[in-house]
């Protein structure tokens, strides 16, 4: 059974440096791309990036570019989502996802991971 | 923002069939890209409905159905029921972006 098991709900001050993780089970890791999806308070779902974990290939969308940083450690199949200095807005759900060898549709998903921001 | 546009909120009766919109461009429908939609309950991860404009993964019941034209897509659901009640979001790929691409999200409620 294909699972992304994400790590837990996170409070942090301002400034503060966050990693968060995916950890990949029941599939072959290194043969799918990650993608990580942002959705704000009562807001919409938006693409911030995604990653192979086979050759560490990663793109961002361009809003996220600069902000974040994705990578993956396919030695225990898990991706990351890293901030350096986290700001207020960043307080959102974060979702993992995994697209579809053949086409572009997320078909698995993580529970999601709640970022708090705040002084 | 999002380059896909898709109505705030739909309602409905139970049994009545509502269907959303996904208004999107020729960097991704109208280049040839599918779209996909999602259901996302209150407080849950977004759940595939339809991928590949028109096309049911195992257990979506066949209430749910997609199409896309142009640089259109829409989702249907027919004989609403009180479980429907989500937010739906269409999905697709945009060549200007390189990435993927999220609609802005319809709240569908049964009245």
């Known amino acids: 059974e294909v699972q992304l098991v994400q790590s837990g709900a996170e409070v942090k001050k301002p400034g503060e440096s966050l990693k968060i993780s995916c950890k990949g089970s029941?599939?072959?890791?290194?043969?799918?791309?990650i993608g990580w999806v942002r959705q704000m308070p009562g807001k919409g779902l938006e693409w911030m990036g995604s990653?192979?974990?086979?050759?560490?290939?990663?793109r961002y969308s361009p809003s996220f570019q600069g902000q974040v940083n994705i990578s993956a450690d396919k030695s225990i199949n898990t991706a990351y989502l890293q901030w350096s200095s986290l700001k207020a807005s960043d307080t959102a759900m974060y979702f993992c996802a995994r697209p579809t060898v053949w086409g572009s549709q997320f078909d698995y998903w993580g529970q999601g991971a709640l970022v708090t921001v705040s002084s | 923002q999002s380059v896909l546009t898709q109505p705030p909120s739909v309602s409905g009766a139970p049994g009545q069939r509502v269907t959303i919109s996904c208004t999107g461009s020729?960097?991704?429908?109208?280049?040839?890209?599918?779209v996909h939609w999602y259901q996302q309950l209150p407080g849950t991860a977004p759940k595939l409905l339809i991928y590949?404009?028109?096309n049911r993964p195992s257990g979506v019941p066949d209430r749910f159905s997609g199409s896309k034209s142009g640089t259109s897509a829409s989702l249907a659901i027919s004989g609403l029921q009180a479980e429907d009640e989500a937010d739906y979001y269409c999905q697709s790929y945009d060549s200007s972006l390189s990435g993927y691409v999220f609609g802005t999200g319809t709240k569908v409620t049964v009245l």
């Open positions: 990653i192979y974990p086979g050759d560490s290939d990663t």
């Open positions: 020729s960097s991704n429908f109208g280049a040839g890209y599918d």
């Open positions: 029941g599939y072959r890791f290194t043969n799918y791309w």
């Open positions: 590949g404009n028109n």
